[in-house]
């Protein structure tokens, strides 16, 4: 970490930091204009570097009292144009789920970072990856939609920030930071610089106060007939555009693999020292790895099902990302599932002895298939 | 011919949704003339409640919100603090800011928002079907106090000025009725000083609440409504300055 004053954010400089705070500093370099939020583990390193860190650069802060109270701060904030944030973990982000229906219903941007734990209730402190349904279906009622990142290292964090700050503001929409315990905590080396930013549209619709022009409403409440149903539709052109412009996705020795194992955030980094021990065992097996959870890569998935081959999806859940693999397979291969639940870290023995078990179920499966085919 | 009264230009020219001897009404033509008449139309945010009053938008003339239930002194502070030079101001029902927001409003006057809060108090629930509300008298019946309100079972009328009037972050709180055309201009001289206070950056929250027809559900004819505000909601509820 840096000390004040001499602080090298916004140089091309490595400094060492934890995922949290790397990635308060980004969203101070994205032009966040404030932060509210209110404590839990294992995120309270965001709120205490902001705490410092904001009113230095003459920005908000404010510990809210509760996180239905951050989120609707950030929604306030955010209708009069600021680029605002907030942070959590599981519990407070179930909390938050009214005001990002309300934000969606909206259309304003915001940046909600998860750093998830074990749930389901209060569930435990330790890192996990269950709360992908709730980020990827958009947790809160209504037929809505948020961007999600799924960071698997420190830098990724910082990296996924900006990214979120600039695509809310594009589609006046909820973008958020999905990480988790493990990611949050640990300490790696980064080089956090400003992206440049590209054009957005103004915020013609922002709550400046009505002077001189028309008065400006900010409203998710539609009850003329037909009308909340043309919203809908638009919100859902939208997001149609998100999934044909925004996907981004990480493959690796894909090519020729017989196995290809998804897997996102931390999971996908035990399951990379995995593969790579695999490929020395003479094992063809390569990953894909989703850096957008919403949207999804299905094409790519789909593309890489066309031929004959296993996907092995690891998570630190009971499975809920394997459901959009399925979905982008659809049907093509078969999908095996390895997970890991409750704050379980799977590690890369385990992983490696899941690859080579399915090598060998493979192998007979193709030789099952081949026979077939002669007969 | 003299003109005597006129429409003030930051109330919209339109009718409203309210029923016949709604306070609600009132309650904007008074924020709007306040608005008009200090000058600051063009540097004021409002937000509208979930209630009755959800489309305030369509008759009061400024850049409005609509905020999920009870909170927008949330959604207020995320303003102000952003915007320190912009005049914010939450309009809530009983049931927005008692009950559902009253984690909201206590926090926000806790922390000493400089916001102006109008507290429509209709003693009911108005626009989901007059349940009780927080604020609902003894032996009132509503939709879910069949037999009336039972103290001994749903509580006393819950006056949430005089608990918020304790808290060192709030600076002015006043309670008027919009009943006899007496107690509406005390009403607008309250609205006027909360708004003025936030104009001058005074420290804290200021508040109005507004005692509030809601013939409806109070199943009484517009003249009986006001009557029973002064008659019946005062003692409870008395009228005046409670803090500032
Ligand atoms: C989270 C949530 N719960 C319940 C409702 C339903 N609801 C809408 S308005 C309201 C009560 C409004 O009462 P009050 O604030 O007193 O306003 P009034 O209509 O009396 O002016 C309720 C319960 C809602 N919209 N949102
Ligand atoms: S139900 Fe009551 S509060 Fe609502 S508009 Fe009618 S009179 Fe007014
Ligand atoms: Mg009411």
């Known amino acids: ?375 | 011919m003299k003109t005597v009264f006129q429409r003030t230009p930051t109330l919209k020219d339109c009718p409203t949704h309210y029923c016949p001897g709604c306070g609600h009404g009132i309650a904007h033509r008074l924020i709007a003339e306040v608005i008009d008449e200090l000058g600051i139309r063009g540097s004021t945010i409002g937000i509208a409640p979930v209630g009755c009053a959800v489309l305030e938008y369509d008759y009061i003339d400024v850049d409005m919100i609509e905020v999920a239930h009870g909170r927008a002194p949330a959604v207020a502070t995320g303003m102000k603090r952003t915007n320190p030079d912009k005049i914010i101001f939450s309009y809530q029902g009983d049931g927005d800011l008692a009950s559902i927001g009253a984690g909201e409003i206590l926090h926000a006057g806790h922390r000493g928002e400089q916001i102006t809060v109008i507290f429509i108090n209709n003693a009911v629930f108005g626009m989901t079907g007059g349940q009780m509300a927080p604020t609902t008298m003894a032996d009132q019946i509503t939709a879910t106090t069949p037999k009336g309100r039972n103290v001994a079972e749903e509580g006393y009328p819950l006056c949430v000025s005089e608990l918020l009037a304790v808290l060192p972050g709030v600076t002015y709180i006043e309670r008027c009725a919009l009943s006899t055309p007496a107690n509406i201009r005390k009403a607008k001289k309250a609205l006027k000083h909360a708004f003025e206070l936030q104009i001058n950056k005074a420290h804290g929250l200021s508040l109005v609440e507004l005692l509030s027809s809601c013939p409806t559900y109070w199943r009484m004819s517009p003249p009986d409504a006001t009557k029973w505000i002064d008659n019946k909601m005062t003692k409870v509820f008395p009228l005046g300055r409670l803090k500032g």
């Open chain 1, 1 to 375: 970490m840096t000390e004040k004053g001499q602080t090298s954010i916004g140089t091309e400089e490595r400094v060492l930091m934890c995922g949290n705070e790397a990635l308060a500093e980004a969203a101070i370099l994205a032009g966040c204009d404030a932060y509210f939020g209110y404590p839990i583990t294992p995120q309270n390193e965001i709120p205490a570097y902001m705490s410092r860190r904001m009113p230095e650069e003459g920005r908000v802060f404010v510990q809210s009292e509760s996180e239905l109270a951050a989120i609707n701060m950030v929604f306030g904030a955010s209708a009069t144009g600021k680029r605002a944030m907030t942070s959590s973990s599981s519990p407070g982000i179930s909390l938050m789920q009214e005001g990002i229906s309300y934000l969606a219903g909206a259309e304003l941007p915001a940046v909600v970072v998860n750093v998830m734990r074990g749930g389901p209730g209060l569930g435990n402190i330790a890192p996990s990856q269950s709360d992908y349904f709730q980020a990827t279906r958009g947790g809160g009622h209504g037929d809505y939609r948020t961007i999600v990142f799924g960071p698997s290292s420190v830098q990724e964090m910082a990296d996924c920030m900006s990214l979120a700050f600039e695509l809310a503001d594009k589609y006046r929409m909820t973008a958020m930071i999905l990480a988790d315990g493990f990611l949050g905590q640990m300490m790696e080396p980064v080089v956090l610089k400003k992206r440049p930013s590209p054009e957005l549209p103004p915020k013609d619709w922002a709550l400046t106060g009505a002077k001189d022009r028309e008065q400006n409403i900010v409203r998710s409440l539609w009850l003329g007939e037909g009308v909340l149903e043309d919203l809908n539709f638009k919100l859902d052109d939208k997001y149609k555009q998100i999934q044909k412009n925004e996907v981004l996705c990480e493959q690796y020795e894909v090519d020729d693999a017989e196995i290809i194992v998804v897997a996102y955030g931390i999971a996908a980094r035990i399951v990379s020292g995995a593969v790579t021990r695999a490929r020395e065992e003479g094992i063809k097996v390569g990953w894909i790895r989703p850096v957008t959870l919403w949207p999804f890569p299905t094409e790519q998935i789909s593309k890489a099902a066309d031929e004959f081959r296993l996907f092995l999806t690891v998570e630190m859940s009971t499975g809920q990302m394997v459901e959009d693999v399925k979905l982008a397979v659809a049907g093509k291969a078969p999908v095996v599932f390895y997970g890991r639940p409750g704050g379980g870290v799977p590690t890369v023995d385990e992983i490696l002895d899941k690859i080579r078990q399915l090598t060998i179920r493979h192998k007979t499966q193709d030789s099952r298939l081949k026979t077939q085919d002669k007969r």
